[in-house]
């Protein structure tokens, strides 16, 4: 989009033209205390709002170094205006702007990796936040654990300039196991156990490195490095002309890389920082021991129900996740899948219980102005599925009980993988194991049991006592007939019946 020069665009210069509400609480000399790997809309509109209100409330060189792992466009677009960029926090008919200035540098990790890991060594940096999504971690996903493969070890082994995500960590930690500073590595992706499993795979990626090096940095890690575990949980659609259209007019100026986000955010840490943090609680965090319990009601309600939601209306041909809740049928479908398959395995965190926030989490979905996509939920399924819905239907089985709805999201989903919604036009396969899934369901027609077995047989995704299941294969089986026949419609009429 061009930028109007009548408009101006957010700078720092330019602050004092917007709304006194919307300009940024901090000024330009904080200093950097947090290096963040992952400039995308969600952290943009979550961990740095979080910290600069932290910072705005309680003080400390806490500001952010963002790193972009790969495209340069964000970050480039933020170096053109100081780096400030807008929240639009949008609710129906409401849009509320704040420009938000907590990044104090900026890296491109692709084009100079070596640069991050230095970075990554300087003792003033205490704790390194990331959202890189589930796939960057490329841990098994049916198992969680981590694959040090071909990439990562040379990464990690030779000198040579780190490509993958856990290869710069690692690297990174290197580096700094020289100073010995202690340091938090925190996981903002929705990934169970997500500190345990950065742990993991850090540990696993420092046992390949030889010699004295590789013993110090493991030693150092053990005693001087926490992951803690988080929650995070905004829903934050991907920017879109409409959004710097929006941008524009709430602010008075142009701002090319606004994020519009939802009014509810919340974020669950747990309280391990050897080297400090700031006051995130000042800014509505949830400092606890214990952030599974969250965890996995986000997991399993919100993430689960929104790739259920996801899966159903594309093939239904819909487009925006708040529309796909105007169905016919989508309601109690809703109602037995939360219900009966995903409330029984969920325990509440203190002060939730689990029909409230599965209500919470159906009316933030309806937000009309959120303009989410199911085709972005949709993606990385494989990645996805596990700990939104496989260990639901795992669970379920487990307590003898037959996870019907669950396994309709299951069919959905495999429907989604053969590539054509309801009316027959094609569906994109976006997903790390893309390959795999196509080689899948090209070698088989589209008898439900042969489309079944085919994917079943993936156990990067499948553990062998789901694959194996009789009744969930049998479940499967019958939504894929099911859609197959009558399309999204027939399913849910089931569902109302
Ligand atoms: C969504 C999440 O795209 C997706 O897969 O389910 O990004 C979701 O919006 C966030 O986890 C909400 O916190």
Known sequence: MA?????????????????????????????AGIVHL???AFHRAHQAVFTEDAIAAAGGDWGIVGVAPRSVDVLSAMEAQDRLYSVLTVGSGTVV????????????????????????????IRVVTLTVTEKAYRLDPATGRPRIDDEVRADVVTGRPPKTVPGLLARGLLARAATGAPLAVVSCDNLPSNGRRTRALIEAALAVVPGPAGERARWWLDGSVSFPGTM???????????????ASRALGVADLVPVAAEPFSQWVIEDEF??????????????????????????????????????????????????VLRLPGIDAFLDRLITTDI?????????????????????????PALGYRTLQVAMDGSQKLPQRLLGTILDRRAAGSRPVW????LAAWMRFVRG?????????????????????????????????????AIDAVFPADLAGDDEVRGLVEHWLTVLDRGGVAAALAEASS
Request: proline share 9%.
């Open 274 to 323: 050897p080297g400090g943090r700031p006051a995130w609680e000042h800014a509505g965090a949830v400092l606890t021991t214990d952030a599974e319990p969250w965890e996995r009601l986000k997991l399993r309600m919100l993430n689960g129900v929104h790739s259920a939601l996801a899966y159903l209306g594309a093939l239904a041909g819909v487009g925006p996740i708040d529309e």
């Open 420 to 456: 054509y919604a309801d009316d027959g036009s094609a569906l994109p396969l976006d997903d790390p194991l893309a390959d795999r899934l196509r080689a899948a369901v090209s070698t088989v027609d589209d008898k439900p049991s042969d489309l079944a077995g085919a994917l079943f």
């Open 343 to 367: 409330a029984p395995t969920l325990a509440p965190p203190p002060g939730e219980t689990v029909e409230g926030y599965g209500r919470t989490v159906r009316e933030r979905f309806a937000n």
């Open 232 to 246: 995070v949980d905004r829903i934050v659609p991907a920017t879109t002309d409409v959004t710097r259209a929006l």
């Open 3 to 31: 930028v109007d020069a009548a408009v101006g665009r957010l700078r720092r210069s330019t602050v004092d033209r917007l709304p006194s509400a919307a300009r940024p609480v901090l000024g330009a000399d904080v200093g």
């Open 406 to 409: 669950a396994c309709l999201v």
């Open 97 to 124: 702007p704040r420009a938000v200035g907590v990044h104090v540098d900026l890296m491109h990790a692709a084009s100079d990796p070596l640069a991050v890991v230095s970075r990554l060594a300087d003792p003033a």
């Open 38 to 40: 992952g400039l995308g």
